[in-house]
């Protein structure tokens, strides 16, 4: 397939894969997809890279490499968007349970927007020197891709890059980019707690200890630790996103189950939280005469991703050339968690990520500042939702755009930039 054939056909490569999610380090059938493409415009290609992570590298004469990187992994979500490409596709859980699969949080967008720069590039050597590294990068939605491609040597085996750059899809007008200099996205962990009861029948509570009300009790309580121990200047956001116990209404469980996630900017902020949410957990179980102590386990964790103020300001300079000026914003910093950071931080090179718009320009007619930006933003459904459902365009043709502009920033031909 020629450059400009990929460029004609990236909406149909974006329903495809949007029909057709994986789940991490399960994006076989994406992989291979790329890979495809990737070789066919002449990229030296290498799939299987920390697991189902694709590299593609396309060299153009002496110069620095910027890394561009797309994740490719989606949801254990059911899609309710309507959609005639909508999925319906089935996957296995981290448990080993059967589960809905959605791009709910939109890598699909990722990967087509990739694959339309790594065309453009391909087709338009003479506007920049250099090599360019294409990063597919498998299992960003549960925090251990970018890991698994770093301990499988990615830069002693295709080279480090100057830079990483990439971009986030999300609820901000189709045609516009985000772009935060510093701390931009939340630092993030997940936490797996187990609450241990003594069960036994319904009609007999008094012979039990109950660990429904131990946890119910568990989770009102987690609601203080932002309100009460993070003070009014910080940020942080502590979600139970997941209580189970039981299978029966006359029968009180052994045991119950909550999956919990803490946002933070700040270390000290994230080690406050994490020692506030252990030191309320088991003090609810020693308040209920828990038999055991409860466990409280590490799940996922992601670094707080901060952009290199001085790569940012050289990048949105080329954002207002390529894109137009007035057409890059500061969304503010971002409360959603990305481990692309790693990368940069293991290659020691600076890291540019912004957002996408990827919503319908219609729904913020009237909208001149960026509070009414954000006011109709929560309006919206966002990432992770059932009824995330970017508009294929503008947001393609911008984010295909964003990532030439920037890889021609950091890998200028001579007299460019």
Avoid at 211 to 225: C, G, I, N, S
Avoid at 319 to 342: H, I, M, Y
Avoid at 378 to 396: D, K
Wanted: hydrophobic share 40%; with cysteine.
């Amino acid at each position: 397939m020629s450059p400009a054939d990929v460029l004609a056909d990236l909406a149909n490569i974006y329903r495809d894969l949007h029909e057709h999610p994986e789940l991490a380090f399960a994006e076989h059938r994406t992989a291979g997809i790329i890979a495809e493409h990737l070789t066919a415009l002449g990229y030296e290609t290498a799939t299987g890279v920390g697991g189902t992570g694709v590299v593609g590298v396309l060299r153009n004469g002496p110069g620095p490499t910027a890394l561009l990187r797309a994740d490719m992994d989606a949801l254990p979500v059911q899609e309710e968007t309507g959609l005639d490409y909508a999925s319906t596709a089935r996957g296995t859980a981290r448990d080993g349970s059967e589960t809905p699969v959605m791009h709910a949080c939109g890598h699909d967008v990722h990967v087509t927007c990739l694959l339309g720069a790594a065309a453009t590039l391909a087709a338009e050597r003479d506007t920049w020197r250099g090599t360019v590294q294409l990063v597919f990068q498998p299992a960003e939605e549960v925090g251990g891709g970018a890991q698994a491609m770093i301990d499988d040597q990615i830069f002693d085996r295709f080279g480090r890059p100057d830079v990483v750059l990439g971009q986030h899809v999300g609820p901000l007008p189709a045609g516009l980019v985000g772009l935060r200099r510093g701390p931009a996205f939340a630092g993030a962990d997940m936490l797996h707690v187990v609450m241990h009861g003594r069960g036994g029948h319904g009609s007999r509570p008094e012979t039990t200890v109950d660990p429904v009300v131990m946890a119910a009790a568990t989770v009102m309580r987690l609601q203080t630790v932002v309100s009460r121990e993070v003070a009014g200047g910080e940020s942080a956001v502590v979600t139970v996103g997941a209580l189970h116990a039981g299978n029966a209404g006359n029968v009180i469980p052994e045991r119950a189950e909550m999956r919990v996630s803490l946002r933070s900017y700040d270390p000290d902020v994230r080690n406050r939280l994490m020692t506030s949410i252990e030191r309320i957990v088991r003090a609810e179980a020693a308040a209920s005469g828990a038999p055991e102590e409860p466990e409280v386990n590490l799940q996922e964790s992601f670094p707080v991703l901060v952009n290199d103020p001085d790569a940012c300001a050289r990048t949105q300079a080329g954002f207002d050339r390529d894109l137009g000026p007035g057409l890059t914003v500061d969304p503010g910093k971002v409360t959603g968690s990305e481990d692309v950071g790693l990368l940069a931080t293991a290659a020691g090179v600076p890291l540019v990520y912004w957002l996408l718009g990827g919503a319908d320009p219609a729904a913020f007619a009237g909208v001149s500042d960026r509070d009414g930006l954000q006011r109709v933003v929560r309006e919206l459904p966002s990432n992770h939702s059932a009824q995330f459902a970017p508009v294929i365009e503008p947001t393609l043709t911008t984010g295909v755009k964003a990532l030439v502009s920037a890889a021609r920033t950091w890998l200028p031909a001579e007299g460019r930039g």
